[in-house]
């Protein structure tokens, strides 16, 4: 008798709570993890975004991100400090609020901080350059289910030239002819939200 009543308020509780739907006037914070596919190489992505339900449907957020990524420059091998953004976000949720399911768009403008990039030759000399921050956005698609998501993103930041510096190779210097650096990269994540309601009636 006790194990049905028990199952009674657990069937109960779990209903209760997905029938909450996202609602207007509501904050939520959003956690990914992902993986960065840059130019000639990768490493991984990761964000926090408080947002703002504006509607059922619409939210506008702030995503504050980091990508750290390795990847080939200059026919070398490069490792790049984490790469911060901070970026105003505006997402359009295709559900009507019957669905756990819930497609969704959307579109970013913001601030990208690029680290210092680390170069290293064959004969483990090695040396870096400063790379000054940039203007960019952010565009993406994805599927929540339930609190959880799935998300794809395109990051559109314009290249970097160097205009050449000296690298330390064998304990000589060499100098190093200027380049230009792409800084746009494709991510694909998986995370969570807390707050703002849940989908499904």
Same mark, same amino acid.
């Given at each position: 008798m006790k194990q049905k009543l028990l199952l009674v308020i657990l069937i109960t509780v779990v209903g209760v709570y997905s029938s909450q739907a996202q609602e207007k006037g509501?904050?939520?914070? /959003?956690?990914?993890? /992902? @993986?960065? !596919?840059? =130019?000639?190489?990768?490493? %991984?992505l990761f964000d926090i975004e408080p947002k703002y339900n504006i !509607?059922?449907?619409?939210?506008?957020?702030?995503? %504050? *991100?980091? *990508? &750290?990524?390795?990847?080939e420059v200059n026919n070398q091998e490069a490792k790049v400090a984490t790469? =911060?953004? @901070?970026?105003?976000?505006?997402? @359009?949720?295709?559900?009507?609020?019957? =669905? $756990?399911? &819930?497609?969704?768009?959307? !579109?970013?403008?913001?601030?990208?901080?690029? !680290?210092?990039?680390?170069?290293? $030759?064959?004969n483990n000399g090695s040396g870096s350059f400063d790379v000054s921050g940039k203007f960019g956005g952010m565009i993406?698609? +994805?599927?929540?289910?339930?609190?959880?998501?799935?998300?794809?993103?395109y990051n %559109?930041?314009?290249? $970097?030239? =160097?205009? /050449?510096?000296s690298l330390s190779e064998g304990g000589s210097s060499i100098e190093v002819d200027s380049f230009e650096v792409k800084?746009? @990269?494709?991510? %694909?994540s998986l995370g969570f939200y807390? /707050?703002?309601?849940?989908? +499904?009636k």
């Open positions: 509501k904050f939520r914070v /959003g956690l990914d993890l /992902g @993986y960065a !596919a840059a =130019s000639g190489g990768g490493g %991984i !509607a059922d449907n619409m939210n506008v957020g702030l995503r %504050i *991100a980091g *990508a &750290a990524t390795v990847r790469m =911060s953004s @901070y970026l105003g976000t505006y997402d @359009y949720y295709f559900n009507n609020g019957s =669905s $756990t399911f &819930a497609p969704f768009v959307g !579109a970013g403008m913001g601030y990208y901080g690029l !680290a210092s990039l680390e170069l290293d $030759t064959d993406r698609g +994805g599927v929540e289910v339930g609190k959880f998501r799935l998300g794809l993103e %559109i930041i314009p290249k $970097t030239k =160097s205009e /050449g510096f800084n746009s @990269y494709f991510g %694909i807390l /707050g703002g309601g849940k989908w +499904g």
